[in-house]
C-alpha cells in the first residue's frame, strides 16, 4: 500500500516512533505533541477512511459509534511478519490476535470507559496495528459531529462532540484532517467550519473528500475545482478516495479487493481521472500524504516540544518542592521524620519570637509588627497625659477642695498630688491590657502561620499544633494580664527615685521660683510636680508594659509549645495519626511526581533522538 521506499521509510518510522512514544507516556496530559485528528460530520465516510487506511473493521452504524478518542497507531512490517495488533485504554492493554476481533474490541472499550449507549467519553483509546499492508502513520480519530440528538443521546450531545473536538484541533500542534462527502456542498459542512474557526489561513488543515461515486452527474467539475483548491483554500490542500460502501461491505469485499477496485474508478472516470495522475487521488496516495505530512509536522514542532518540555519540568519541580516528599511508609522512618518536623516548627518558633530569622526564611518580622503595637501603646500614654494637662487645673481645684487640710498656702498637700496620679494610673490599666490582647492576637496568627507552613498537608498534627497555640497564648496571655494589673497596683504607690524626680522636676522648670504673692501659687506648684512625675511613670511604663507582654507572650509562649510538642511525641501510638495525610494534597504531590516523572523521560527521549538522521525532506529533493 505504502509507495514510498525503503530509504524514505527508515527516515520516517523514527519520528513516529517518538512521538508515539512521547503520547504513550502520557506527555499529553502536560502538553500538546504533534497529531493528525480526523474530524467530519457524522456519515461523512470517516470511519471507512481509516478503515481503509489501516485495513481494520471499524465501530459502525446509525448514530454516535466513536464514542471515545481512538489513536490509531500504524506501523508497516517491513519483514512481512503476521499482522499484530495490540488495544489500551485507561490502565488496560490488550492483545489482539485476529484483526477481525478489533471493531468488537474497541465497542467494549468504549462501553466501559462512556458506558453502555450514547454517551461518549474525552479519555484516549490507544489501537496499535503492525502489518505489511498498513503504512507508517499515527492519526486520532474523534466523534462524528452530531446536529440533533437521537435514540436517548443527551440534548447537548451536540456540544459535547465540538468541545471535545475543538480541544484537539485549537491546538496548534494538530493537523486536522476533514472529511467531507464529494456529493455535499463543502461550505456547509460543520467540520470544515469548525476546522476554520481555529485555523482561519487553512494552515493546518488538509480535506478529504470521500463518495465520489456518489456525486450527481453535471456536477463533477466542482469537485474538480475543490481538490485543486481553487474553492475553500487550504495550504494542505485536498485529497479525494473512494471506500468501500455498505454494499460492498455486504458482500464482505475485502480491503485490498476495494483498493483495486479504487484505482480503476478513478482510471476511468472521465472527470476525476486527472485527479488521479497528480497524486490527489486513492486511498495509497492519501497514506503517503499523511505520512509525509505527519514527519514534516512533527520535524518543525520539535524545538517548541522540547521547550515546553523544559519549562514545564521547571514548573513542575517548583510546585513539587512546595509539597516535599510526605511522610514516610517506614515505622521507623516515620517516627524521625514526626521529629524532625515537629523539632523544626517549634525552632522556628523560638526563632520567631526571639527576632531571630527562621529556618524556611518565611514569615513576617514579628518585631515589626510589635513595635507598632507599642509604638501605639507609648502614644496612648502621651495622649493621655495631654488629656490630663489640659484638664489639671480643674482636676487639681476638685481635689484640693476634697483633701487639702491644715496646709498653709504653696504647701504641696501630699494627699492630693497622690490621689491625682492614682486616678490617672487607673485611667491607664484596661488601655494596657487591650493592647496586651492585641499583641496576643499578633503572636497567635504568626505562630498559626509557621504551623500552616510546616505541617502544610498533615492536618492532624496541625489541628494539634493549633490546639497548643491556642491553649499556651490563652495561659500565657492570664499570665501576662496578672502581671499587667499588679504592675498598675504597684504604680498606686507614688515612687521614683529622689535623683530621678528631681532631675526631671528640674529639667522642666528650670530656673523655677515661687511668687507667693500669687493667689494660684499652690496650684502652679502641684500642676509642676504633677507633670513632672506623670513624665517619669510615661516612660516607665511606655517600657515596663511592653517587657511584660513580650516575656509572656512570645518568649515564654514558644518555649511551652516548644516544650508541650516534644511531650506529644512521647506517645508513639499518635504517630500514624499525626502523619495521616490530607487527601487532596497527597493526591496532588502523586500528580505531579508522575507528570516531572514523564516529562524527564520524555526530555531525555528527545535528547537522544537525532532528527537531522531521520529528516526524510532532504531525500525526497533529491
Known amino acids: 500500500m505504502n509507495n514510498l521506499n525503503q530509504e524514505f521509510d527508515e527516515k520516517v ?10 503520547r504513550s507516556l502520557g506527555v499529553e496530559k502536560d502538553l500538546a505533541l504533534p497529531a493528525i485528528a480526523v474530524i467530519g460530520d457524522q456519515s461523512s465516510g470517516k470511519s471507512s477512511v481509516l478503515e481503509a487506511l489501516s485495513g481494520v473493521a471499524l465501530p459502525r452504524g446509525s448514530g454516535i459509534v466513536t464514542r471515545c478518542p481512538l489513536e490509531l497507531r500504524m506501523t508497516k512490517n517491513k519483514l ?24 468488537k474490541k474497541i465497542r467494549e472499550a468504549q462501553d ?91 494552515d493546518r488543515t488538509l480535506g478529504i473528500l470521500t463518495k465520489p461515486d456518489l456525486v450527481d452527474k453535471g456536477t463533477e467539475e466542482t469537485v474538480v475545482d475543490v481538490v485543486h483548491n481553487e474553492v475553500i483554500q487550504l ?32 482510471n476511468e472516470h472521465a472527470h476525476f481521472q486527472v485527479l488521479y495522475d497528480e497524486g490527489h487521488a486513492s486511498i495509497p496516495k492519501l497514506a503517503e500524504k499523511l505520512t509525509l505530512e505527519l514527519v514534516h509536522h512533527i520535524q518543525k514542532s520539535l524545538p517548541r516540544v522540547k521547550d515546553q518540555i523544559k519549562q514545564k519540568l521547571g514548573e513542575t519541580q517548583e510546585r513539587l518542592t512546595k509539597y516535599n516528599t510526605g511522610p514516610p511508609s517506614d ?114 496568627q504568626e505562630l498559626g502561620n509557621l504551623a500552616v507552613r510546616h505541617f502544610k498537608g498533615l492536618p492532624h498534627l496541625f489541628n494539634k499544633a493549633q490546639m497548643k497555640i491556642e491553649d499556651i497564648g490563652q495561659r500565657k496571655g492570664g499570665e ?12 498606686l504607690t507614688v515612687y521614683t527615685q529622689d535623683d530621678t524626680y528631681l532631675k526631671t522636676l528640674n529639667r522642666l522648670w528650670p530656673n523655677h521660683s515661687i511668687n507667693v504673692s500669687d493667689p494660684a501659687a499652690t496650684l502652679k506648684e502641684m500642676m509642676r510636680h504633677i507633670k513632672s512625675y506623670y513624665e517619669i511613670v510615661a516612660q516607665r511604663l511606655a517600657d515596663q508594659i511592653p517587657l511584660v507582654i513580650q516575656y509572656h507572650m ?26 495521616q495525610e490530607d487527601a487532596s494534597i497527597a493526591r496532588v504531590r502523586d500528580q505531579l511526581q508522575q507528570s516531572y516523572k514523564r516529562l524527564s523521560e520524555a526530555r531525555s527521549r528527545l535528547m537522544q533522538f537525532r532528527s537531522d538522521l531521520y529528516d526524510p525532506f532532504p531525500f525526497m529533493q533529491q
Open 331 to 444: 515505622e521507623a522512618e516515620r517516627i524521625d521524620y514526626l521529629f524532625e518536623k515537629v523539632t523544626a516548627f517549634t525552632q522556628d518558633a523560638i526563632n520567631l519570637t526571639s527576632g531571630e530569622n527562621i529556618k524556611n526564611g518565611l514569615g513576617s518580622n514579628i518585631f515589626f509588627l510589635l513595635r507598632h503595637e507599642f509604638d501605639a501603646w507609648r502614644q496612648t500614654i502621651k495622649d493621655f497625659g495631654e488629656e490630663f494637662n489640659k484638664n489639671i487645673e480643674g482636676n487639681v481645684t476638685e481635689f484640693e477642695k476634697k483633701y487639702r487640710g491644715r496646709e498653709l498656702p504653696c504647701i504641696i498637700n501630699y494627699k492630693t498630688f497622690m490621689s491625682m496620679v492614682q486616678h490617672q494610673m487607673k485611667e491607664l490599666e484596661e488601655p494596657a491590657v487591650l493592647k496586651l490582647k492585641d499583641v496576643a492576637e499578633i503572636v497567635k
Open 80 to 103: 512481512g511478519q503476521e499482522w499484530y495488533g495490540k488495544i489500551s485504554y485507561q490502565d488496560q492493554m490488550e492483545e489482539i490476535k485476529d484483526p477481525a476481533d478489533v471493531e
Open 480 to 491: 501576662a494580664e496578672s502581671m499587667l494589673r499588679t504592675q498598675f497596683k504597684m504604680e
Open 235 to 266: 495550504k494542505k490542500g485536498y485529497m479525494i478516495v473512494k471506500c468501500r460502501g455498505q454494499s460492498e461491505i455486504l458482500q464482505q469485499v475485502s480491503l485490498p479487493e476495494a483498493t483495486e477496485r479504487e484505482k480503476a474508478f478513478f
Open 13 to 22: 518510522r523514527p519520528c513516529i516512533d517518538l512521538i508515539d512514544s512521547l
Open 554 to 579: 512570645l518568649q515564654d509562649a514558644a518555649t511551652q509549645l516548644h516544650r508541650e510538642m516534644m511531650l506529644m511525641l512521647k506517645d508513639g501510638d499518635n504517630v500514624d495519626f499525626l502523619l
Open 112 to 202: 466501559q470507559m462512556a458506558g453502555v449507549g450514547v454517551g461518549i467519553c474525552k479519555d484516549l483509546i490507544s489501537l496499535e496495528i503492525i502489518s505489511p499492508d498498513v503504512p507508517d502513520l499515527t492519526v486520532i480519530d474523534l466523534p462524528g459531529i452530531a446536529r440533533v440528538a437521537v435514540n436517548g443521546q443527551p440534548e447537548n450531545i451536540g456540544e459535547q462532540i465540538k468541545s471535545l473536538i475543538q480541544e484537539y484541533i485549537t491546538k496548534q500542534e494538530t493537523i486536522s484532517l476533514v472529511v467531507v462527502p464529494s456529493n455535499v456542498d463543502i461550505a456547509t459542512t460543520e467540520a470544515l467550519k469548525m476546522a476554520q474557526e481555529v485555523d482561519p489561513d487553512g
